[in-house]
């Protein structure tokens, strides 16, 4: 039986997305193996929000080809669709499929043991690869590129690659890799409820972004704004209760404009309402939510409605090219008036064929490193008063599948870790926590009997 491992990377959508593939390839007839050294498939579900995160997909697909010389890796996800020849030239890539087919991948590797992937009826070729692309009848609507193998001299007439599983110890010449890119469709690839956690599993219920923020890439790779039907939310919701979860996250790329393809009436503040008086789900947490979505409303509810996770996780830009002294020292100083809890902070990255990358003024690497710095300062102070007034405080949280130094974790509603020492809870309890000391950045309590 072929054997695959799938590592994903970036946001919570994206790992729905993984958890949906996953449940794809198994339902196929594929196993997963418990490690690299053992899986003739190696699955990447990337990102490519940052050039750091490209760089790191590059690295493990060399990694992977290295410690696994026979292992065929298929590289999928926000990186294929951006930069699909890039990655086809990695040594060890045998597919490459963007987010335009990330639905279809147990139907390539299902077909590959037998003839790999039947093609007919020519089309376009992508504008990254150069090369001819075709049809394929057995994955549907495809732009399949045949990309020329490193080093060697150009087929006359390419055809369908040979990508069969390769039998231990046998060993092939590489084919060209297959790239499947294509426009990003309009209906919203739905991601049915499977949870690749013992607990938190997250939900995707929003695709795409029709914003055209000067820095970002990511609206050309998603695709515009698609949305799950609430009805369909709902089910999933109820399924995902039913086998006994107590924390759902709903996730999308750009979540706020949940509903807005759908009908002028469907809002994300009315599938939160709706969730909560059609299901009995225990908690709903909110993933990372645009600012200017977060209403007074959204607060309201947040803030009475204990079924909420008490926590908005919202994106902030600042730093930016032409980003000046002054620029930054009004960013530090908002900063300092606002008694946020935690700050993830990373540089401005430029991204290939985005007006901001092309844009004068570039800061320096070094004096947005620097930056950088400077904001995590004024934030760590914060982190630690916020961390002691949950002292003495009894906080409703969740048992984590994970351990601090061999001890269970929880988190709680407000998005704290926990740790409780002695404890042998089992994960995916939903319990109040009674909250005793803060050290090294951590909360420690336990389980009042």
């Not at 231990?168 to 426009?183: A, F, K, Q, Y």
Request: with cysteine.
């Amino acid at each position: 039986m072929p054997t695959f491992q799938l590592l994903n990377f970036g946001c919570r959508a994206s790992q729905a997305d993984g958890a949906a593939i996953k449940k794809q390839l198994l339902e196929s007839g594929l196993q997963e193996a418990e490690d690299i050294s053992a899986s003739q498939v190696a699955i990447l579900n990337t990102c490519t929000v940052t050039a750091r995160a490209d760089a790191e997909v590059r690295q493990l697909v060399r990694r992977i080809h290295r410690a696994n010389p026979l292992c065929r890796i298929l590289v999928t996800g926000c990186y294929a669709q951006r930069s699909p020849a890039e990655i086809a030239q990695l040594d060890g890539v045998v597919w490459v499929v963007g987010n335009s087919h990330k639905h279809l991948i147990a139907d390539l590797l299902r077909s590959s043991p037998q003839s790999g992937v039947q093609s007919a009826v020519s089309e376009p070729s992508h504008p990254e690869s150069g090369v001819r692309s075709q049809k394929s009848e057995a994955i549907g609507r495809t732009q399949l590129v045949q990309v020329r193998q490193r080093g060697a001299t150009p087929a006359s007439s390419p055809g369908p690659a040979d990508h069969s599983f390769v039998p231990d110890g046998e060993t092939r010449t590489p084919e060209p890799p297959t790239v499947l890119v294509g426009e990003i469709a309009e209906e919203f690839h739905f991601a049915p409820a499977f949870p690749d956690e013992r607990t938190r599993p997250t939900l995707k219920i929003q695709d795409g972004c029709n914003a055209r923020c000067s820095f970002c890439v990511i609206p050309s790779v998603r695709g515009r704004s698609r949305s799950l039907a609430p009805a369909r939310v709902v089910e999933q919701v109820r399924e995902l209760e039913q086998r006994g979860y107590k924390e759902i996250v709903l996730s999308g790329i750009n979540l706020g404009s949940y509903g807005r393809d759908i009908g002028r009436d469907i809002t994300f503040l009315g599938l939160l309402g709706r969730l909560l008086e059609e299901t009995a789900i225990a908690r709903l947490r909110i993933s990372s939510i645009e600012p200017m979505d977060v209403s007074a409303a959204l607060i309201r509810l947040v803030a009475e409605e204990p079924r909420m996770a008490q926590h908005f996780h919202i994106p902030l830009q600042s730093g930016f090219p032409g980003e000046t002294d002054q620029d930054h020292a009004a960013s530090a100083a908002f900063i300092e008036t606002l008694p946020f809890t935690y700050l993830h902070i990373f540089p401005y990255s430029a991204r290939p064929d985005t007006p901001a990358a092309a844009a004068p003024q570039q800061v320096n690497g070094r004096v947005a490193r620097e930056r950088a710095q400077e904001i995590r300062s004024l934030i760590t102070p914060k982190r630690q008063t916020f961390l002691q007034a949950q002292v003495g405080r009894k906080l409703s949280a969740i048992t984590l599948d994970e351990s601090e130094d061999g001890e269970r974790v929880a988190l709680s509603s407000n998005y704290l870790k926990i740790v409780l020492p002695g404890s042998n809870l089992p994960p995916n309890m939903l319990l109040d926590i009674q909250v005793g000391r803060v050290h090294e950045g951590l909360l420690f309590g336990f389980a009042p009997e």
